[in-house]
């Protein structure tokens, strides 16, 4: 099995601690090569962003899960995915 998710998190003041809240979570079956694709839906992050006039771009936190059915055994991979305002052409300078 493999789970993908995304997760951020905020400063809870009343508890005095660091609290992660997880969201858009997918899971799927490796295929006979060994890969699984999900599919990112940003569009709701994206409209967040386009509100933010201060704020060019925005980290997200990934992390990926692959457990083996056979053992149990369960290996993490974290990644980022930057949302900007702008496309990665114009960045580069592309027409």
């Known amino acids: ?6 997760r951020q998190g905020h400063w809870d003041s009343a508890q005095h601690k660091w609290v992660i ?3 858009d979570r997918q899971s799927g079956e490796l295929d006979h090569s060994g ?3 999900f599919t990112l ?3 709701p992050l994206h409209e967040e ?5 201060y704020r060019r771009f925005k980290d997200l936190g990934y992390a990926a899960y ?3 059915p056979g053992t ?5 991979r974290r990644f980022q995915v930057r949302l900007s305002h702008y496309h990665a052409s114009e960045a580069a300078g592309s027409p």
């Open 1 to 6: 099995m493999v789970s993908r998710e995304y």
């Open 21 to 23: 809240d997880e969201a």
């Open 35 to 37: 890969r699984a694709t």
């Open 41 to 43: 839906d940003l569009t």
């Open 49 to 53: 962003l386009a509100g933010d006039t």
């Open 66 to 68: 692959v457990t083996d």
């Open 72 to 76: 149990g055994k369960t290996e993490q």
